[in-house]
Protein backbone atom coordinates (compact mmCIF):
# COMPACT_ATOMS: atom_id res chain seq x y z
CA UNK A 1 0.00 0.00 0.00
CA UNK A 2 1.46 3.72 -0.60
CA UNK A 3 0.29 7.04 1.25
CA UNK A 4 -0.86 9.76 -1.81
CA UNK A 5 -1.47 12.52 0.78
CA UNK A 6 -1.01 13.91 4.59
CA UNK A 7 -2.31 16.78 6.19
CA UNK A 8 -1.02 17.16 9.82
CA UNK A 9 -3.41 19.91 11.91
CA UNK A 10 -1.23 20.78 15.40
CA UNK A 11 1.23 18.19 15.31
CA UNK A 12 4.49 17.96 17.06
CA UNK A 13 5.62 21.82 15.19
CA UNK A 14 3.48 21.70 12.51
CA UNK A 15 0.53 24.30 12.90
CA UNK A 16 -0.81 22.79 9.37
CA UNK A 17 1.15 20.49 6.91
CA UNK A 18 -0.26 19.31 3.90
CA UNK A 19 2.47 16.39 1.93
CA UNK A 20 2.24 14.47 -1.38
CA UNK A 21 3.57 11.36 -1.56
CA UNK A 22 4.72 9.38 -4.30
CA UNK A 23 5.08 5.77 -5.23
CA UNK A 24 8.28 4.29 -4.33
CA UNK A 25 10.91 6.33 -2.59
CA UNK A 26 10.20 10.13 -1.30
CA UNK A 27 13.20 11.58 1.02
CA UNK A 28 13.04 13.77 3.87
CA UNK A 29 15.43 16.70 3.46
CA UNK A 30 15.95 19.40 6.44
CA UNK A 31 18.83 20.26 9.13
CA UNK A 32 18.50 19.17 12.78
CA UNK A 33 15.20 20.06 14.54
CA UNK A 34 13.26 20.74 11.49
CA UNK A 35 10.62 18.20 11.69
CA UNK A 36 11.83 15.44 9.65
CA UNK A 37 11.25 12.55 12.33
CA UNK A 38 7.86 14.47 13.30
CA UNK A 39 6.52 14.11 9.85
CA UNK A 40 7.27 10.60 9.37
CA UNK A 41 6.51 10.09 13.10
CA UNK A 42 2.92 11.46 12.52
CA UNK A 43 2.01 8.09 9.49
CA UNK A 44 3.82 5.42 12.45
CA UNK A 45 1.26 6.38 14.93
CA UNK A 46 -1.54 6.44 12.15
CA UNK A 47 -0.57 2.73 11.72
CA UNK A 48 0.52 1.61 14.85
CA UNK A 49 -1.13 4.10 17.68
CA UNK A 50 2.13 4.86 19.12
CA UNK A 51 5.42 6.59 18.36
CA UNK A 52 9.07 5.16 18.41
CA UNK A 53 10.11 8.25 20.61
CA UNK A 54 7.77 8.66 23.22
CA UNK A 55 5.30 6.31 25.67
CA UNK A 56 2.93 9.26 25.92
CA UNK A 57 0.78 11.21 23.46
CA UNK A 58 0.95 13.89 25.25
CA UNK A 59 4.45 15.85 23.55
CA UNK A 60 2.49 14.35 19.89
CA UNK A 61 0.83 17.93 20.56
CA UNK A 62 1.72 21.04 19.37
CA UNK A 63 2.59 23.06 22.56
CA UNK A 64 -0.10 25.29 23.23
CA UNK A 65 -2.97 23.48 21.14
CA UNK A 66 -5.94 20.65 22.74
CA UNK A 67 -5.61 18.37 20.01
CA UNK A 68 -3.42 17.50 17.12
CA UNK A 69 -5.15 15.53 14.07
CA UNK A 70 -3.41 13.35 11.76
CA UNK A 71 -5.31 12.78 8.12
CA UNK A 72 -4.07 10.61 5.50
CA UNK A 73 -5.02 9.65 2.10
CA UNK A 74 -3.76 5.64 1.55
CA UNK A 75 -4.06 3.75 -1.64
CA UNK A 76 -4.26 0.23 -1.65
CA UNK A 77 -5.07 -1.83 -5.20
CA UNK A 78 -6.45 0.51 -6.71
CA UNK A 79 -8.48 1.46 -3.82
CA UNK A 80 -7.99 4.82 -2.40
CA UNK A 81 -9.29 5.31 1.76
CA UNK A 82 -9.43 8.26 4.30
CA UNK A 83 -7.48 7.26 7.59
CA UNK A 84 -7.36 9.95 10.49
CA UNK A 85 -6.78 10.35 14.23
CA UNK A 86 -7.51 13.24 16.57
CA UNK A 87 -5.09 13.07 19.45
CA UNK A 88 -6.47 14.60 22.27
CA UNK A 89 -4.71 16.28 25.24
CA UNK A 90 -7.89 15.11 27.76
CA UNK A 91 -10.65 12.73 26.67
CA UNK A 92 -10.02 9.81 24.42
CA UNK A 93 -8.56 9.87 21.15
CA UNK A 94 -10.65 9.62 17.99
CA UNK A 95 -10.52 8.02 14.37
CA UNK A 96 -12.39 7.94 11.49
CA UNK A 97 -11.95 6.15 8.34
CA UNK A 98 -13.61 7.59 5.13
CA UNK A 99 -15.19 10.10 7.68
CA UNK A 100 -17.08 7.20 9.65
CA UNK A 101 -15.74 6.49 13.25
CA UNK A 102 -14.01 4.20 14.39
CA UNK A 103 -12.45 2.72 17.41
CA UNK A 104 -8.71 3.93 17.05
CA UNK A 105 -7.34 0.54 17.72
CA UNK A 106 -8.92 -0.53 14.66
CA UNK A 107 -6.66 1.98 12.67
CA UNK A 108 -3.74 -1.01 11.87
CA UNK A 109 -6.42 -2.94 10.27
CA UNK A 110 -6.00 -0.29 7.43
CA UNK A 111 -2.84 1.09 7.54
CA UNK A 112 -0.05 -1.03 7.30
CA UNK A 113 3.64 0.36 8.07
CA UNK A 114 7.22 -0.58 9.75
CA UNK A 115 8.87 2.20 10.81
CA UNK A 116 12.53 2.39 11.41
CA UNK A 117 14.39 4.80 13.86
CA UNK A 118 18.02 5.61 15.63
CA UNK A 119 15.25 5.06 18.70
CA UNK A 120 15.20 0.76 17.52
CA UNK A 121 18.16 0.07 19.21
CA UNK A 122 17.00 0.08 22.38
CA UNK A 123 14.65 -3.17 21.08
CA UNK A 124 18.23 -5.29 20.69
CA UNK A 125 20.10 -3.52 23.73
CA UNK A 126 17.05 -2.27 26.18
CA UNK A 127 14.76 -4.22 28.72
CA UNK A 128 12.38 -7.00 27.64
CA UNK A 129 9.54 -4.27 27.63
CA UNK A 130 10.98 -2.70 23.86
CA UNK A 131 10.98 -6.14 22.85
CA UNK A 132 7.16 -7.09 23.60
CA UNK A 133 6.57 -3.77 22.60
CA UNK A 134 7.85 -4.60 19.29
CA UNK A 135 6.72 -7.95 18.57
CA UNK A 136 3.39 -7.27 20.07
CA UNK A 137 3.04 -4.01 17.56
CA UNK A 138 4.09 -6.43 14.47
CA UNK A 139 1.29 -9.20 15.77
CA UNK A 140 -1.81 -6.31 15.80
CA UNK A 141 -0.13 -5.70 12.21
CA UNK A 142 -0.13 -8.88 11.20
CA UNK A 143 -3.13 -10.16 12.76
CA UNK A 144 -5.33 -7.16 13.83
CA UNK A 145 -7.82 -8.95 15.78
CA UNK A 146 -5.03 -10.20 18.42
CA UNK A 147 -5.63 -6.36 19.23
CA UNK A 148 -8.50 -7.03 21.51
CA UNK A 149 -6.75 -10.31 22.68
CA UNK A 150 -4.33 -7.98 24.12
CA UNK A 151 -6.73 -5.74 25.27
CA UNK A 152 -8.51 -7.92 27.43
CA UNK A 153 -5.02 -9.55 29.02
CA UNK A 154 -4.41 -6.20 30.03
CA UNK A 155 -7.26 -6.22 32.03
CA UNK A 156 -7.47 -8.85 33.84
CA UNK A 157 -3.95 -8.76 34.95
CA UNK A 158 -4.68 -5.31 36.46
CA UNK A 159 -7.95 -6.82 37.81
CA UNK A 160 -6.04 -10.16 39.30
CA UNK A 161 -2.99 -7.98 40.56
CA UNK A 162 -5.11 -5.72 42.62
CA UNK A 163 -6.41 -8.89 43.75
CA UNK A 164 -3.23 -10.60 44.87
CA UNK A 165 -2.62 -6.73 46.60
CA UNK A 166 -5.69 -6.55 48.57
CA UNK A 167 -4.51 -10.83 49.56
CA UNK A 168 -1.29 -10.14 50.35
CA UNK A 169 -2.40 -7.78 53.26
CA UNK A 170 -5.17 -9.49 55.00
CA UNK A 171 -3.92 -13.29 53.47
CA UNK A 172 -5.69 -15.05 51.06
CA UNK A 173 -9.48 -16.04 51.89
CA UNK A 174 -11.83 -18.74 50.58
CA UNK A 175 -13.76 -15.72 48.48
CA UNK A 176 -11.15 -14.06 47.42
CA UNK A 177 -9.80 -17.37 46.31
CA UNK A 178 -12.80 -18.43 44.05
CA UNK A 179 -12.60 -14.67 42.55
CA UNK A 180 -8.83 -15.67 41.89
CA UNK A 181 -9.26 -19.09 40.18
CA UNK A 182 -11.94 -16.75 38.08
CA UNK A 183 -8.95 -14.33 36.94
CA UNK A 184 -6.92 -17.30 36.76
CA UNK A 185 -9.07 -18.72 33.53
CA UNK A 186 -9.12 -15.43 31.83
CA UNK A 187 -5.62 -14.45 32.53
CA UNK A 188 -4.67 -18.25 30.68
CA UNK A 189 -6.73 -18.18 28.22
CA UNK A 190 -5.88 -14.59 26.93
CA UNK A 191 -2.44 -15.24 27.79
CA UNK A 192 -2.04 -18.49 26.00
CA UNK A 193 -3.67 -16.48 23.12
CA UNK A 194 -1.00 -14.18 22.55
CA UNK A 195 2.21 -16.46 23.97
CA UNK A 196 1.43 -18.88 20.75
CA UNK A 197 0.66 -15.82 18.37
CA UNK A 198 4.72 -14.03 19.51
CA UNK A 199 6.15 -17.70 19.19
CA UNK A 200 4.72 -18.11 16.08
CA UNK A 201 5.41 -14.70 14.75
CA UNK A 202 9.17 -14.83 16.37
CA UNK A 203 9.29 -18.19 14.59
CA UNK A 204 8.39 -17.10 10.92
CA UNK A 205 10.40 -13.85 11.34
CA UNK A 206 13.68 -16.11 11.69
CA UNK A 207 14.49 -16.67 7.83
CA UNK A 208 13.41 -13.13 7.15
CA UNK A 209 16.05 -11.46 9.12
CA UNK A 210 18.55 -13.80 8.29
CA UNK A 211 17.94 -12.61 4.87
CA UNK A 212 17.30 -9.07 5.43
CA UNK A 213 20.82 -9.23 7.64
CA UNK A 214 22.71 -10.50 5.03
CA UNK A 215 21.33 -8.16 2.37
CA UNK A 216 22.45 -5.08 4.55
CA UNK A 217 26.08 -6.43 6.21
CA UNK A 218 26.76 -8.79 3.24
CA UNK A 219 27.97 -11.35 5.48
CA UNK A 220 26.10 -14.24 7.56
CA UNK A 221 25.78 -13.44 10.96
CA UNK A 222 23.48 -16.18 12.03
CA UNK A 223 21.06 -14.20 13.43
CA UNK A 224 18.59 -15.69 15.38
CA UNK A 225 15.46 -15.08 17.80
CA UNK A 226 13.72 -17.55 20.85
CA UNK A 227 11.12 -17.14 22.65
CA UNK A 228 11.50 -17.00 26.68
CA UNK A 229 8.35 -17.54 28.41
CA UNK A 230 7.79 -17.26 31.99
CA UNK A 231 5.37 -20.18 31.88
CA UNK A 232 8.24 -22.53 31.29
CA UNK A 233 10.28 -20.86 34.60
CA UNK A 234 12.65 -18.28 33.22
CA UNK A 235 11.79 -14.56 34.41
CA UNK A 236 12.73 -12.15 31.90
CA UNK A 237 12.13 -9.59 34.42
CA UNK A 238 14.40 -10.94 37.39
CA UNK A 239 18.38 -12.23 37.39
CA UNK A 240 17.63 -15.28 36.55
CA UNK A 241 19.11 -16.86 39.41
CA UNK A 242 16.51 -15.63 41.81
CA UNK A 243 14.12 -17.77 40.29
CA UNK A 244 13.17 -21.07 41.25
CA UNK A 245 11.01 -21.93 37.86
CA UNK A 246 9.52 -25.75 38.31
CA UNK A 247 11.02 -27.05 35.45
CA UNK A 248 8.06 -27.84 32.88
CA UNK A 249 7.12 -30.43 30.32
CA UNK A 250 7.16 -28.49 27.32
CA UNK A 251 5.01 -31.40 25.15
CA UNK A 252 2.16 -30.04 27.19
CA UNK A 253 -0.38 -27.47 25.58
CA UNK A 254 0.72 -23.50 26.47
CA UNK A 255 -2.51 -23.36 28.89
CA UNK A 256 -1.32 -26.54 30.72
CA UNK A 257 2.40 -25.21 31.08
CA UNK A 258 0.79 -21.69 32.01
CA UNK A 259 -1.40 -23.11 35.12
CA UNK A 260 1.21 -25.58 36.40
CA UNK A 261 3.28 -22.44 36.48
CA UNK A 262 0.91 -20.30 38.13
CA UNK A 263 0.44 -22.93 40.92
CA UNK A 264 4.04 -23.13 41.35
CA UNK A 265 4.72 -19.11 41.79
CA UNK A 266 1.00 -18.38 43.55
CA UNK A 267 3.13 -17.89 47.21
CA UNK A 268 5.71 -15.64 45.49
CA UNK A 269 2.61 -14.15 43.20
CA UNK A 270 0.62 -13.19 47.04
CA UNK A 271 3.97 -12.27 49.13
CA UNK A 272 3.88 -9.52 46.17
CA UNK A 273 1.03 -8.80 45.20
CA UNK A 274 2.10 -9.07 41.62
CA UNK A 275 1.22 -11.46 38.45
CA UNK A 276 4.37 -13.27 37.91
CA UNK A 277 3.99 -15.30 34.91
CA UNK A 278 2.21 -14.46 31.74
CA UNK A 279 3.09 -13.06 28.40
CA UNK A 280 4.10 -9.52 30.14
CA UNK A 281 6.85 -11.46 31.97
CA UNK A 282 8.02 -12.70 28.43
CA UNK A 283 11.43 -11.54 26.44
CA UNK A 284 12.98 -12.76 23.00
CA UNK A 285 16.79 -13.85 23.04
CA UNK A 286 18.54 -12.25 20.12
CA UNK A 287 21.42 -13.59 18.70
CA UNK A 288 24.52 -13.68 16.43
CA UNK A 289 26.56 -16.61 15.94
CA UNK A 290 24.89 -17.68 18.89
CA UNK A 291 26.39 -15.16 21.34
CA UNK A 292 23.44 -12.74 22.93
CA UNK A 293 23.15 -9.55 20.88
CA UNK A 294 22.66 -7.86 24.45
CA UNK A 295 25.94 -7.22 26.17
CA UNK A 296 28.48 -9.35 23.17
CA UNK A 297 27.39 -7.45 19.69
CA UNK A 298 28.95 -4.62 18.71
CA UNK A 299 27.48 -1.31 18.07
CA UNK A 300 27.12 -1.44 14.60
CA UNK A 301 26.33 -5.22 14.47
CA UNK A 302 23.02 -4.33 17.27
CA UNK A 303 22.16 -1.57 14.88
CA UNK A 304 22.11 -3.97 11.76
CA UNK A 305 20.26 -6.26 13.91
CA UNK A 306 17.59 -3.96 14.64
CA UNK A 307 17.27 -2.70 10.96
CA UNK A 308 17.15 -6.22 10.07
CA UNK A 309 14.86 -6.82 12.51
CA UNK A 310 12.43 -4.06 10.88
CA UNK A 311 12.87 -5.05 7.45
CA UNK A 312 12.04 -8.91 8.03
CA UNK A 313 8.80 -7.55 9.75
CA UNK A 314 8.09 -5.63 6.74
CA UNK A 315 8.84 -8.23 4.49
CA UNK A 316 6.48 -10.78 6.47
CA UNK A 317 3.54 -8.41 6.35
CA UNK A 318 3.93 -8.00 2.53
CA UNK A 319 4.09 -11.71 2.48
CA UNK A 320 1.23 -12.29 5.17
CA UNK A 321 -1.14 -9.61 5.33
CA UNK A 322 -4.16 -8.47 3.24
CA UNK A 323 -2.69 -4.99 3.00
CA UNK A 324 0.33 -5.72 0.75
CA UNK A 325 3.29 -4.22 0.86
CA UNK A 326 3.59 -1.78 4.45
CA UNK A 327 5.14 1.68 3.77
CA UNK A 328 8.81 1.50 4.77
CA UNK A 329 9.88 4.26 6.69
CA UNK A 330 13.35 4.80 7.43
CA UNK A 331 14.09 7.57 9.36
CA UNK A 332 17.88 8.79 9.68
CA UNK A 333 19.51 6.12 8.87
CA UNK A 334 21.81 6.45 6.07
CA UNK A 335 24.04 8.48 7.97
CA UNK A 336 25.30 5.80 9.99
CA UNK A 337 26.28 3.39 7.26
CA UNK A 338 29.53 4.01 4.94
CA UNK A 339 28.73 4.09 1.04
CA UNK A 340 29.10 0.72 0.40
CA UNK A 341 25.94 -0.20 3.15
CA UNK A 342 23.83 2.58 1.96
CA UNK A 343 23.78 0.95 -1.69
CA UNK A 344 23.12 -2.30 -0.38
CA UNK A 345 20.23 -1.18 1.76
CA UNK A 346 18.84 1.19 -0.70
CA UNK A 347 18.78 -2.51 -2.87
CA UNK A 348 17.16 -3.95 -0.14
CA UNK A 349 14.19 -1.49 -0.04
CA UNK A 350 13.86 -0.91 -4.11
CA UNK A 351 10.67 -3.62 -4.21
CA UNK A 352 9.18 -1.80 -1.44
CA UNK A 353 5.89 -0.46 -3.30
CA UNK A 354 6.59 2.89 -0.86
CA UNK A 355 9.73 3.92 1.00
CA UNK A 356 9.58 7.18 3.16
CA UNK A 357 13.81 8.06 3.96
CA UNK A 358 14.63 11.45 6.13
CA UNK A 359 18.44 12.39 6.28
CA UNK A 360 20.00 15.82 7.47
CA UNK A 361 22.35 15.57 4.45
CA UNK A 362 20.87 15.00 0.87
CA UNK A 363 23.96 13.42 -0.15
CA UNK A 364 23.76 10.86 2.41
CA UNK A 365 21.13 8.98 0.43
CA UNK A 366 22.02 7.21 -2.87
CA UNK A 367 20.52 8.66 -6.04
CA UNK A 368 18.32 6.09 -6.15
CA UNK A 369 16.03 7.02 -3.45
CA UNK A 370 16.56 10.65 -4.57
CA UNK A 371 14.29 11.01 -7.53
CA UNK A 372 11.23 12.43 -5.13
CA UNK A 373 12.53 15.09 -2.73
CA UNK A 374 10.80 17.60 -0.18
CA UNK A 375 12.22 20.13 1.90
CA UNK A 376 11.81 20.96 5.29
CA UNK A 377 12.41 23.77 7.67
CA UNK A 378 10.88 24.97 10.65
CA UNK A 379 7.97 22.81 10.59
CA UNK A 380 6.94 23.67 7.06
CA UNK A 381 7.22 21.89 4.02
CA UNK A 382 9.12 23.89 1.65
CA UNK A 383 9.09 21.91 -1.72
CA UNK A 384 6.66 19.32 -3.24
CA UNK A 385 8.24 16.66 -5.40
CA UNK A 386 7.41 18.56 -9.07
CA UNK A 387 8.60 21.96 -7.49
CA UNK A 388 12.32 21.08 -7.44
CA UNK A 389 14.21 22.05 -9.53
CA UNK A 390 17.83 20.54 -10.53
CA UNK A 391 20.68 22.61 -12.45
CA UNK A 392 23.61 21.18 -14.39
CA UNK A 393 25.59 19.47 -11.39
CA UNK A 394 22.25 17.90 -10.12
CA UNK A 395 21.94 20.71 -7.27
CA UNK A 396 18.53 21.16 -6.35
CA UNK A 397 17.22 24.41 -6.77
CA UNK A 398 14.39 25.64 -4.68
CA UNK A 399 11.04 26.32 -6.77
N1 LIG B 1 4.68 19.06 20.93
C1 LIG B 1 5.53 19.87 20.29
N2 LIG B 1 5.21 21.17 20.08
C2 LIG B 1 6.04 22.01 19.44
N3 LIG B 1 7.24 21.64 18.95
C3 LIG B 1 7.63 20.37 19.13
C4 LIG B 1 6.80 19.42 19.79
N4 LIG B 1 7.45 18.23 19.84
C5 LIG B 1 8.61 18.42 19.21
N5 LIG B 1 8.75 19.69 18.78
C6 LIG B 1 9.88 20.28 18.04
O1 LIG B 1 9.97 19.70 16.78
C7 LIG B 1 11.26 19.98 16.28
C8 LIG B 1 11.64 19.04 15.17
O2 LIG B 1 11.78 17.73 15.63
P1 LIG B 1 12.17 16.50 14.67
O3 LIG B 1 12.52 15.39 15.58
O4 LIG B 1 11.13 16.22 13.67
O5 LIG B 1 13.47 17.03 13.92
P2 LIG B 1 14.29 16.38 12.72
O6 LIG B 1 14.08 17.23 11.53
O7 LIG B 1 13.97 14.96 12.59
O8 LIG B 1 15.79 16.59 13.24
P3 LIG B 1 17.07 15.60 13.27
O9 LIG B 1 17.74 15.76 11.95
O10 LIG B 1 17.88 16.19 14.37
O11 LIG B 1 16.60 14.24 13.55
C9 LIG B 1 12.16 20.03 17.50
O12 LIG B 1 12.85 21.25 17.51
C10 LIG B 1 11.21 19.96 18.69
O13 LIG B 1 11.50 20.88 19.68
MG1 LIG C 1 15.00 13.23 13.11
Known sequence: MIVTHLNLSEYRNYAVADVTFAPGANLFVGRNGQGKTNLVEALGYLSTLGS????????????????????????HNGRDLLAEVQINRSGANRAQVNRGQIKPRELPRYFSSVLFAPEDLGIVRGDPSARRRFIDQLLVLHTPRLAGVMGDYERTLKQRNSLLKSARSSGLKANQLTTLEIWDDRLVAFGSEIIDERVRLVHALSQPIRDAY??????DHGPSLTPVLSIDGVDAEEDSDSVAGAPVATDLSTADRFRTALAARRRSEIERGLTLVGPHRDDILFELNSLPVKGYASHGESWSFALALKLASAELLRRDSNLGDPVLILDDVFAELDAHRRARLAAAVSSFEQVLITAAVLDDVP??????????????ILAAPEDIVVDRDGVEIRG
Open 52 to 75: HRVSSDQALIRAGADAAVIRARLQ
Open 214 to 219: AAVVGD
Open 367 to 380: DSLAAHTVHIEAGR
